[in-house]
């Protein structure tokens, strides 16, 4: 188990602008950032940063000289990672969209993914505002099955997927799923972080689908890290 309180915040940019309705930096940004740190970069890798959010991981890439393209379905995260790749002094590109779309006909080195992964009552991810972040069908999946399945797409030979999520979307599941689309797959990295004001709301729902036990209070975080062979 990787304690919270080791986690790489330094990794991270400092005084990052975050815009109303924006993902703010959490322990789930902080645990992909270390996992990141462990990867080679240099001025010949090419990164995708799927979800960016506010163009945190991004940036941190770019800092290696890396050439790095961020994508994500809000437009405001759009605005503010251009704003913070800006303020950094960093170079980005930061397009708008499903990251599928956007990034068709393209290979990376590596992948970042922060994706949606909370679940939630509503039989569909939400098209608009704020819980477009986190809700991410019933059982949490709603992105991290796409990505299982676009990653052989989005990889050359030797390309790295790290993708951060829930232990209550299921582990297993997404290795299982990589390792059938063609590459190796292993949990690389967990954290366990008190429950946030999102999950507290859903106790009752989250126990009724056996994602939760009655008293708990945390929630426990992994790293997926997968290679195309």
Same mark, same amino acid.
Not at 69 to 84: F, I, K, Y
Not at 106 to 133: E, Q
């Given at each position: &188990?990787? @304690? ?36 080679? &970069? ?16 991004? !940036? ?34 930061? &397009? ?66 790290? &993708? ?6 299921? @582990? ?48 426990? !975080? ?8």
């Amino acid at each position: &188990m990787v @304690p919270s309180t080791a986690l790489a915040l330094g990794a991270l940019p400092a005084r990052l602008i975050v815009l109303p309705g924006v993902y703010r930096p959490q322990t789930d940004t902080w645990l992909l950032a270390q996992a990141l740190s462990h990867e080679e &970069m240099g001025a010949a890798t090419d990164v995708l940063d799927i979800g960016t959010g506010t163009g945190a991981l991004a !940036l941190s890439a770019a800092r290696t000289g890396a050439h790095v393209a961020a994508v994500d379905v809000s437009w405001r995260a759009v605005v503010t990672a251009r704003l913070n790749s800006f303020r950094q002094r960093l170079p980005l590109r930061v &397009m708008h969209g499903d990251f599928a779309n956007r990034t068709r006909g393209r290979r990376f080195d590596i992948v970042l993914a922060n994706p949606p992964y909370v679940p939630s009552a509503r039989p569909r991810p939400p098209t608009r505002g704020v819980a477009r972040a986190w809700d991410a069908g019933p059982d949490g999946r709603a992105v991290v099955d796409r990505l299982c399945v676009q990653a052989p797409a989005l990889l050359r030979p030797g390309g790295v997927l790290l &993708m951060v999520h829930s232990a209550m979307c299921g @582990p297993e599941s997404t290795t299982d799923r990589l390792k059938a689309a063609g590459l190796t797959a292993q949990v690389t990295a967990r954290a366990v972080v008190p429950w946030g004001p999102v999950l507290r709301a859903r106790r009752t729902w989250l126990q009724s689908r056996g994602l939760a036990d009655d008293g708990d209070e945390h929630e426990e !975080l992994v790293i997926i890290r997968a290679e195309l062979l």
